[in-house]
């Protein structure tokens, strides 16, 4: 580094090497130097950086964060990493921030429950699986364990932090599909705010998260509904002929007549 | 604010009135003063704090955030607060890392689907309104429009930066209540992880968000299939009893046919 200003015998200004102005000061680090000259690193005792509003702001809030949060934060962008989960730099903080208000909730014993946790668990398994590791980090690192509310909070920001969501497309376009198909045998609009659309959505989801890993159910129970959901409107079974053509032809894959019973359920609630 | 050390008539060393050390520089701001003299500061020109490796490491993550991106999140924390969701101070970087990075995905085209938006949506219709709002503010201050999927994010982001969740308690403890009821009928277990737990616990969460806002169904297109699934075990009746003598001594609320059928749906996946 070279001395922009010399104050005196013991403080320097520069440009360290990431282009950042500085002051250094230091035992002797100024003594006979001028501007230009090189600065001996090993007689810098402290280092003061030109700092702008919004670094300032940034800073203040960052008043209690701990090394060991910040730790722990880095040690889950590096076990997401491991899992292809390639996260930007700056969803350290994001984590920085999420962990060390976890911990304020902990420690001031309220609890925060998540209430689309089973639904994180079941339709992000890779980042909810860096979520549980999360726990293990800032129990090692932190001496405290979260609730496991708190690994589907994690999860949802490694979702939200991501660069592109790849896997998740299936899923939207498998929902999109099957709905367009829906509309399309019914004349049905969908008014995508109802609560009943959105059972509707969730239940495709959750039929496309079974399909995409191809785990199907084994179980017969409702067998009995199936004739009698079926007769119900006669579009019921072109509806269903349509949804399986685009699954076999998309994805390998029939719906059964479990399967069929659940999504009939859930279409009574919408068609008329 | 008082010199600490006078380099020279530029450039003071100080204690800032927050506590952090500081070197102040300004023309003719150290002339003449000694340690302990107060410090004019109409002359201040540049401020530089001393910082250590935890802040330097955060402020090189923030190197592209823009005051923009900082503004609107400062409008976001205000909204949410006007919504009475209070937040710590540290949310706002939250915001802000999420806000940046969703400006990135739209410049450079990528989209992340949202597989938990309608959940979202329908569970904390609150912190979704802010999430909409949020679209909007960003929007104002950055020029550019993120898709609804964002709204959801955002909304999450709000979730899970909340002091507590006192409103999610009510879902928790019904689906909590509700559960146990069923385990105990049937004399069953809960194999959290399976598809079909999470379904009904899905489903049980819909349910308590209809009945916490006091919003019953009309329809009734499923009467049909009520007595056909009462009959395929003895035990369902018993249940649904049970389950509608809690509801309305908790919640002054009585399942009708309908969200019997869809209950017992769920039932027989997991009940054998």
Redesign the interface.
């Known amino acids: 580094m070279q001395a922009v200003k010399v104050?005196?015998n013991?403080?320097v200004?520069v440009v360290m090497p990431?282009g950042r102005?500085?002051?250094l000061?230091g035992n002797g680090l100024g003594f006979g130097r001028r501007p230009g000259d090189v600065i001996d690193k090993s007689r810098v005792s402290?280092?003061?950086?030109?700092?702008n509003e919004?670094?300032?702001?940034?800073?203040?809030?960052?008043d209690n964060?701990t090394?060991q949060v910040?730790q722990a934060a880095e040690r889950i962008s590096l076990a997401a990493e491991e899992q292809g989960i390639l996260l930007?730099?700056?969803?350290?903080?994001?984590l920085v921030?999420?962990i060390?208000?976890a911990l304020?909730?902990v420690e001031k014993g309220?609890?925060?429950?998540?209430?689309?946790l089973?639904?994180?668990?079941?339709?992000?398994p890779k980042e909810y699986a860096v979520g549980q590791r999360a726990l293990e980090l800032v129990r090692q690192f932190c001496g405290v364990q979260l609730p496991e509310d708190e690994a589907g909070?994690i999860a949802?920001?490694l979702?939200?932090?991501?660069?592109?969501?790849a896997l998740?497309?299936d899923?939207?376009k498998f929902v999109k599909a099957v709905k367009e198909i829906i509309c399309d045998t019914y004349h049905c609009t969908f008014e995508e705010?109802s609560?009943e659309?959105?059972?509707l959505?969730?239940h495709l989801?959750?039929l496309a998260?079974?399909i995409l890993r191809h785990?199907p159910?084994q179980?017969a129970?409702?067998e009995?509904?199936y004739t009698?959901?079926l007769q119900?409107d006669s579009r019921n079974e072109v509806c269903l002929q349509r949804i399986n053509a685009y699954l076999r032809q998309e994805f390998d894959y029939e719906l059964d007549h479990q399967e069929q019973?659940?999504l009939l359920?859930h279409l009574?609630?919408i068609v008329r």
Chains 1, 2 share one sequence.
Do not use: C
Not at 54 to 62: P, S, V, W
Not at 118 to 124: A, G, P
């Open positions: 104050f005196n013991n403080a200004s990431d102005e500085a002051i000061v402290k280092v003061y950086y030109v700092q919004l670094q300032t702001k940034f800073l203040k809030m960052l964060v090394p910040m930007s730099s700056k969803s350290t903080i994001s921030d999420h060390s208000f304020e909730r309220t609890f925060l429950p998540n209430l689309v089973s639904e994180t668990r079941m339709l992000y909070y949802l920001h979702v939200a932090g991501a660069a592109d969501g998740a497309y899923t939207v705010e609560l659309t959105t059972r959505t969730v989801k959750f998260a079974r785990t159910w179980d129970g409702l009995s509904m009698v959901l119900r019973v659940y359920i009574t609630k």
